[in-house]
Structure formats: structure tokens, C-alpha cells
């Protein structure tokens, strides 16, 4: 029986990493390997010649940057203006009471609901007649709609999580409201809060559909960049090149999560 | 010199009442113990006296100045939270000098006052940890000195210990009354076990559903309780229903003297206040069981009409199980309407 069990286990165990293999490592290898190939011929298993003349020549294109910088500048306006609108909200959610609360939390899961590329069509079609389409405004307000979700429900969750005791115990040693806000509740909720933060970066940066429905064709950021030369370019290296690039800000993105939430300030943050 | 005073003070939480209008007079220095069963109101009366509820009536008056429209943060109170309420992401020495920051004060004046308070409570070492490297007892111990560096008028405590072990609880139960008494500190403590209060307050305000039953000394309350619910709920008691007939009623064998009307009435007898004499077989009281608690027994007898004894005796009175005794009772109340209406007490 253990014998039999082991075995099955084991043929499982190999299935998944087979398929694991085949659609995510094999892919993301090709990638890598094209990205760093100067000639690969077809029966070769490994690129032919090595060499970096492709990232100099991407890296030379002012298309690149001007993606580059245009994707960054997006993804920190959109973070910086979640926060100012959806932090204050999820406080309001998670403290205090209102008439229609429940509504008003529901219809973000509502939206969500719908499939999000009809969304957003019908959002690019109401743009279009504000004349927001091929803006940047007109982007950011799409990312800023696909993040508010994430940057309500989870930072709501976390104000929750702190504990009504805490802060009293603040109120009770002289805090103001606000002060109580400041130096307790803030704090204690932070890992969470920077989780989706991080996370609405990171989405907003990858984004294609709405960023290419509504920015198209003025507003060009990396991915949709990408996907254009990808598509285009009979250069394969073009693409590669840039899916490596891309890769990098989404691994800054995971090593800093680590050192916010699984870090220090994490355990600190819940212990007690 | 802080006096606490409440007056009709009220709490109603919708439709339910929480607290029926009640007063409360606490002396300078002076630490009573709000008792009683879960639910009765306890923290409700206390939040109210740290500012955490509005009084939905009444005043609440700290040395003659009412604060009940006062909030939390401009209240001369401190109060001590079941969970301790220590700020996870601050040190110790941070959570105690966390108050003082807000008032202002020089680092160097805070460090020494965290300082102080650290050593009051013994934990002078501890000042760099966080909360949760310390144990359940050090963090109540922290939470006491957050409270007593700001050096408040009424200091409010609600279960502090209940989550701490039995021993370590009598433990911190004695180092608050030390350290009360040494700073002279006006304290409420709130705690739904009777031992705790009977061996840490001054006065003891026995609370049931709202309303405050009784208020005295451990001794008072212990031996002359006002209300039925008082009478059972602290200590053993032989709570027993009964008959008075002709100024008298008869229970389990035994004679009481009720010179009242007749009707129904509620007879309370502690246990330690009867006394087993041997009897012949058949009559008195049967011994069904007996525990030895070291220094005393306890014991239940049951008589012939069915009334069960609990009995407390010296552990050197020979009693055995099975034996036949007849019970004589040396104090009693008689209760009726819920209102004390006759006391045999012959000390
Ligand atoms: N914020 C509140 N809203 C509604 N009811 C409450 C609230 N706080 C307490 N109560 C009710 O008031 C009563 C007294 O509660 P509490 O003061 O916590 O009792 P205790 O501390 O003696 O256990 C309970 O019935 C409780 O359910
Ligand atoms: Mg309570």
C-alpha cells in the first residue's frame, strides 16, 4: 500500500512538474535565451551565437524610453492618486457607518463582475465622446477604475484587522482623532496597505487592455510596446529583449514586497 | 487627592438598557471593585468613567468637575484594557513614553519617566523589546506603567488578569494593590471573579443586570448581603426557598426565626455557619459527601424532607459519609421581595 501510494504520488508529483515545465519555465527560458541570442537556427538547441547587440540595439530605440518613462509615470500617478482617494474611503468603510455602506461596497464587486474587456469598451466608447481617448488622463482614469477594488478591499480589511482596544488605549493616553489615525492605526495597518499599493504599481505597469483601448495609438507604454514588436518585427530578439526588460520591475516590485511584508515591520505589526 | 462621584448615571445601548440610573461615590485613594456576572455592565460602567461611552444620564464627576461630555483624551483617567492594547509596532519604552510625546515633554525627560514607570512595574530591562517578545503577565505589567507614567487622577482597570493563569494572577493582583497603595491612587476594577475582589478592594459594588446591588467593604458584603443576588452570587451559600408560618420556618429540620408575614420567603445560611451534632440513625440529616480541602471540610447532608446542607466545618470534627447528624445554624437572613427582612446574627 505505501509502496502503491508512494508511487502514485510520486507520478503526480512528476505531472505537475512536466506541466509546470512545458508552459511556464520552457517559455520563460526561450525567452531569456532569445533575448541574449545574436543567431539561432533552427535545429540548434541553444542560440548559435551569443552576444548583447540586440539590448544595445533596443536599448537605443527612443521608442523604449519614451514607453519606459511614459509606463512609469503612469503607474505612479495612478498608485499616488489610488491612495489619495481609495485610503480615506476604506477608513470611512472599515470605522464608521453610513446610509447605503453595503451598497456602495457591493457595486465595486459588481463591477468587477462584468466581464472587464466589454467594461472597458463601453468605458473607451464614453471616452471617446469626452475626448479622452489617446490621453494620458484617459489612461490613468481606466487604471485608476481597474485598481479601486483591490486598493478599497484590502486596505478596508486592514483598518478592520486593527484592534478597537488600540486605538482607545491611544485615545485614552491623549490622542486626538487624528493622532490615534497617525500613530496607531496607519502604522498597524502598513503592511497591508503597501501590499496593495506594490500590487496597483505592478498592475497599472503590465495593463495592456485598457491601456491600449484608451491610449492607443498616442499613449504607448512598455507592454503594449512590447506586444507591437512582438507582432510586427520579424526580429524575434526585439520582443525578447524587452519581456526581459520587463521582467525587471515586477521582480523589484516581489523583492520589496519581501522586505515590507514579510519582513520586520510585518511581525511587529501583528505581534502583540 | 482625586474623588470620583457618578450620579444617575444611565446607558442605554437602543432599545436595551444597559445601565439603570446609579450612583457611585469613590473616596481619594481609594480602590473599588465593580463585581458581577458577565453581562451586567461592568465595562459599560467603566468605559463610561474612561470616556469611551457617553452616559446616555447622569454625571460623572472627577474631584466635583463633571466630564461625562468629556472625551477619552482630555480625561484625567488611565485605564488598564483586558487585551492589553499594547502598540505592536512600538517598543516598550515606546508604548510608555507614548503619552508623554503627546504632552510634549523633552526626550530626556521622557526617558527618565519611562524609566521610572518601568521600574515601578519590574521590568526595568525591558524597555527595548517589542510586545510580542514579552509574556501575557509582562505585557499587563507595561500596560499598568503606560497608564501610571501619565500619572492619572482615577486609574481603570477591566479584567486585567483574566487571561493570565491562576497563580500569575494573584501575583499581578497584589503588585497593583502594592503599587496602588503606594501612590495613592484612585482606582475601579473591574473583574466578574469574587475572589479578586474580595482580596484587593476597599469597597466592592456587587453589580446584576445594570443596576449596582450592594456597595461595601469585602466584610460587609460578605456577611451582610442586601440582596438575594448578592447572597448567592459571592461566597457558598444555602440558598433556600421556604413557608413562614407564624413567624417562623422549617427547613431540612432546622427552626428559623421569621417574625413576619406569612408567605414565601428566601432563607440564606453560609455553610460555615452550621454545625453538625451527631444524631441517631434515620433522624437529622444524612452526610452523602465529604471533600477535605486541607484546612477545612466541606460537606453536603441531605435531610429527610429533602433539603440538601452544604456544611463547611474544621477538618478536625469527626464526621463520616453515610453518618446521621443533625444540623444547627448559628446565623441566617431571611429574604423576601428581594429585600433583606430579618438577620439572626449573634456576633
Ligand atoms: N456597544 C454596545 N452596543 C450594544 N450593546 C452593548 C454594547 N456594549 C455592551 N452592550 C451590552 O450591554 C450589556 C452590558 O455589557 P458589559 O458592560 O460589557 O458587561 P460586563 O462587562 O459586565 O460583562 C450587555 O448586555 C452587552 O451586550
Ligand atoms: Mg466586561
Redesign the pocket.
Known amino acids: 500500500m505505501i509502496f502503491l501510494s508512494t508511487r502514485r504520488f510520486d507520478f503526480f508529483g512528476y505531472g505537475i512538474l512536466l506541466f509546470l515545465i512545458f508552459f511556464i519555465v520552457l517559455p520563460v527560458l526561450t525567452v531569456f535565451l532569445w533575448a541574449f541570442a545574436e543567431q539561432w537556427f533552427y535545429p540548434a538547441v541553444l542560440p548559435t551565437k551569443w552576444g548583447f547587440r540586440f539590448w544595445s540595439l533596443v536599448l537605443a530605440r527612443p521608442d523604449v524610453w519614451s514607453a519606459f518613462v511614459t509606463s512609469i509615470e503612469l503607474s505612479l500617478t495612478v498608485t499616488a492618486l489610488s491612495a489619495v482617494i481609495c485610503l480615506p474611503a476604506a477608513y470611512a468603510f472599515a470605522r464608521m457607518d453610513f446610509p447605503g455602506k453595503s451598497v456602495f461596497m457591493m457595486s465595486f464587486l459588481m463591477a468587477n463582475a462584468f466581464p472587464r474587456f466589454a467594461l472597458i469598451i463601453s468605458i473607451a466608447v464614453l471616452f471617446l465622446s469626452l475626448d479622452l481617448v489617446g490621453t494620458f488622463t484617459g489612461v490613468v482614469i481606466i487604471q485608476l477604475l481597474n485598481t479601486l477594488l483591490l486598493m478599497i478591499w484590502l486596505p478596508t480589511a486592514a483598518f478592520r484587522a486593527v484592534s478597537r482596544e488600540m486605538e482607545e488605549a491611544a485615545r485614552d493616553v491623549g490622542a486626538s482623532a487624528w493622532q490615534v489615525f497617525r500613530y496607531v492605526t496607519l502604522p498597524q495597518a502598513f503592511p497591508t496597505i503597501a501590499a496593495a499599493l506594490l500590487m496597483t504599481f505592478v498592475w497599472t505597469f503590465y495593463e495592456t487592455e485598457g491601456a491600449w483601448l484608451v491610449g492607443a495609438p498616442r499613449i504607448r507604454t512598455m507592454p503594449l510596446l512590447m506586444m507591437q514588436m512582438i507582432n510586427n518585427q520579424l526580429v524575434v530578439q526585439y520582443g525578447a529583449v524587452l519581456s526581459v526588460m520587463l521582467w525587471v520591475p515586477s521582480l523589484a516590485a516581489i523583492l520589496m514586497a519581501r522586505r515590507i511584508i514579510g519582513g520586520d515591520t510585518f511581525a511587529k505589526g501583528l505581534g502583540g | 487627592m482625586s474623588t470620583l462621584e457618578l450620579e444617575n448615571v444611565s446607558k442605554q ?2 432599545t ?1 438598557a ?1 445601565l439603570e440610573p446609579l450612583a457611585l461615590r469613590i473616596a481619594d485613594g481609594e480602590l473599588v471593585c465593580l463585581l ?1 456576572p ?8 467603566l468605559r463610561i468613567i474612561g470616556g469611551f461611552e457617553m452616559p446616555t444620564g447622569g454625571k460623572v464627576l472627577i474631584d466635583g468637575a463633571d466630564v461625562a461630555r468629556t472625551p477619552p483624551e482630555k480625561r484625567p483617567t488611565a485605564m488598564v484594557f483586558q487585551s492589553h492594547a499594547l502598540w505592536g509596532h512600538m517598543t516598550v519604552e515606546g508604548n510608555i513614553g507614548f503619552g508623554l510625546k503627546l504632552r510634549g515633554l523633552k526626550k530626556p525627560e521622557i526617558a527618565a519617566k519611562v524609566d521610572a514607570a518601568l521600574r515601578l512595574v519590574g521590568l526595568a530591562e525591558y524597555g527595548k523589546r517589542h510586545p510580542a517578545q514579552l509574556s501575557g503577565g509582562q505585557r499587563q505589567r507595561v500596560a499598568i506603567a503606560r497608564c501610571l507614567v501619565l500619572e492619572p487622577k482615577i486609574l481603570l482597570m477591566d479584567e486585567p488578569f483574566a487571561s493570565l493563569d491562576q497563580h500569575l494572577r494573584d501575583r499581578l493582583r497584589e503588585e497593583v494593590r502594592q503599587i496602588q497603595r503606594k501612590l495613592g491612587i484612585t482606582t475601579v476594577f ?1 473583574t ?1 471573579g469574587q475572589d479578586e475582589a474580595l482580596s484587593i478592594a476597599d469597597r466592592i459594588a456587587v ?1 446584576s443586570m ?1 443596576r449596582i446591588e450592594q456597595v461595601g467593604t469585602p466584610a460587609e458584603i460578605y456577611t451582610h448581603p442586601q440582596t438575594p443576588f448578592v447572597a448567592g452570587f459571592i461566597g457558598d451559600m444555602n440558598m433556600m426557598k421556604t413557608t413562614v408560618q407564624g413567624g417562623a420556618a422549617l427547613i431540612g429540620g432546622v427552626r428559623f426565626d421569621a417574625p413576619m408575614a406569612d408567605g414565601e420567603a428566601l432563607i440564606a445560611v453560609r455553610p460555615e455557619d452550621v454545625t453538625l451534632m451527631p444524631s441517631r440513625d434515620g433522624e437529622g440529616a444524612r452526610v452523602r459527601r465529604i471533600v477535605n480541602y486541607g484546612a477545612v471540610l466541606k460537606i453536603e447532608a441531605e435531610a429527610a424532607d429533602g433539603a440538601v446542607w452544604k456544611v463547611q466545618t474544621l477538618k478536625d470534627v469527626p464526621v463520616t459519609e453515610g453518618g446521621f447528624y443533625r444540623p444547627t445554624v448559628s446565623r441566617h437572613i431571611v429574604f423576601r421581595d428581594d429585600r433583606v427582612v430579618h438577620r439572626v446574627d449573634p456576633t
Open positions: 445601548f437602543g436595551m444597559a458581577g458577565s453581562g451586567s455592565g461592568k465595562s459599560t460602567l473591574v466578574h453589580m445594570g
